[in-house]
């Protein structure tokens, strides 16, 4: 069965950076859009960052713009997600999420704390 396994996140001071990995296998990640997500406590998940499954165009949340980048690497299955200058209001669960017409697949998610 398809798989998505993030990794990367951790606690981090404000104005620090993190980079989340998403590594896909039994997937053709490279036909899929790739997707970043987060969930703060008593949130509802909400979209960070799009990537289309060539790399050719992302797009971000107005909250993130300037401050995150996504990329990937489809030789490496791998989606990532350069996250700087973070702010408090950035923690929360990161997802990544796979996307072909109405296939959808997600990750298990990893934490991201950002605090003094």
């Known amino acids: 069965q398809v798989q998505l396994v993030e990794s990367g996140g951790g606690l981090v001071q404000p104005g620090g950076s993190l980079r989340l990995s998403c590594a896909a296998s039994?997937?053709?990640?490279?036909?899929?859009?790739m997707s970043w997500y987060r969930q703060a406590p008593g949130k509802e998940r909400e979209l960070v960052a799009t990537?289309?499954?060539?790399?050719?165009?992302?797009n971000y949340a107005d909250p993130v713009k300037g401050r995150f980048t996504i990329s990937r690497d489809n030789a490496k299955n791998t989606v990532y997600l350069q996250m700087n200058s973070l702010k408090s209001e950035d923690t929360a669960v990161y997802y990544c999420?796979?996307?072909?017409?109405?296939?959808?697949?997600w990750g298990q998610g990893t934490q991201v704390t950002v605090s003094s």
């Open positions: 039994r997937l053709a990640f490279s036909v899929y859009a």
């Open positions: 990537i289309t499954s060539t790399g050719g165009s992302t």
């Open positions: 999420k796979a996307s072909l017409g109405v296939k959808a697949f």
